[in-house]
């Protein structure tokens, strides 16, 4: 089967010929139907060998995926040959606290994500380890749902996380318009009342941001600051959730966040807010998210269902898998790139 490969330390991806991977006891075959490209799998790519942590290479790239149940293994129940599933990606060891109660992202023995540390999803089939990785999803478009299992589900859990603070009156911000971000601001639409203020590099991110329900946007520097005080009276954004995760970002966020806010990081990025009696102000909160659990992945479903996200995806063949990744390290990609072999 054809697959697309990180093969080398400092390579870019390749499509290659390997075998098809048969099913072994408590494991499922998918046909896959579609994988999403991520700014993950770039981070993954651009690690030094020293950095390298991933599984050891050739890895097949895609932890965004979505197929059709091919075959199944001994022992595997409640599955059916044909369903149309996506996969959770944070795989953990199921029995300890955090996989017991469905977050398997925070797993103690730590995670065995497909695409990261282990085989993904961006080929022609996949294994799937155990039946509770899978997520049906009924009569939804693969291409347009599959990034759900990420660029739905951590935006969602960041988003979730927040609602206690995002009550009538309040300014959410939202820096990064991209795969996460203009999903988030969906959510944020969708399951608050706060007023949505969108920050990023160009105008063609901001009209997307625009498209999907921001209600104010600004180019992404320091000038933004400014714009974000004089929109709330002064206090800032009662929460910033920085979907980039740079430094210069993560300034833009301690200095715009409100008293008694939040900041919430959500890109995977070397950058940092120092929370501290005087390098915010008082009583802010900060988190860094790390995707999400089951049951909240059941939740994104439901949402997609509805009508409540629809994620801007721009479709790619598995032969143009390797084109892919180099408009989304260049930048090019508005919404989610999605491979479909």
Known sequence: MKALQYRAIGSRPELVEIDTPTPGPGE???KVTAAGACHSDEFIMGASEEEYYFKPLPLTLGHEVAGVVEAIGSGVHDVEIGESVIVYGPWGCGRCY????????NCEKGM????????GGMAEYMIVDDARHLVPIGDLDPVKNVSLTDAGLTPYRAVKSALPKLVPGSTAVVIGSGGLG????????????????????????????????????FLSNPDAVPAVKDLTRGLGATVVFDFVGIQPTADLSAKMVAAAGSVVVVGVASGAVPIGQTTVPLDVTGRAINWGSRTELME???????????????????DEATTAYEKLHAGEIRGRAVIVP
């Open 28 to 30: 499922i075959l998918l």
């Open 182 to 217: 203009h999903v988030a601001i969906q959510l944020l639409k969708a399951l608050s009342a706060a007023t949505v203020v969108v920050l990023d590099v160009g105008e063609p991110q901001l009209e997307l941001a625009r498209t999907v329900g921001a209600d104010h946007t």
């Open 300 to 318: 994104v479903v439901e949402l997609a269902k509805r009508g409540a996200i629809n994620i801007h995806v721009e479709r790619f063949s598995l």
């Open 112 to 119: 065995r994500a497909p695409g990261i540390f282990s085989d």
């Open 98 to 105: 955090h996989c017991a109660s469905g977050a398997e992202q």
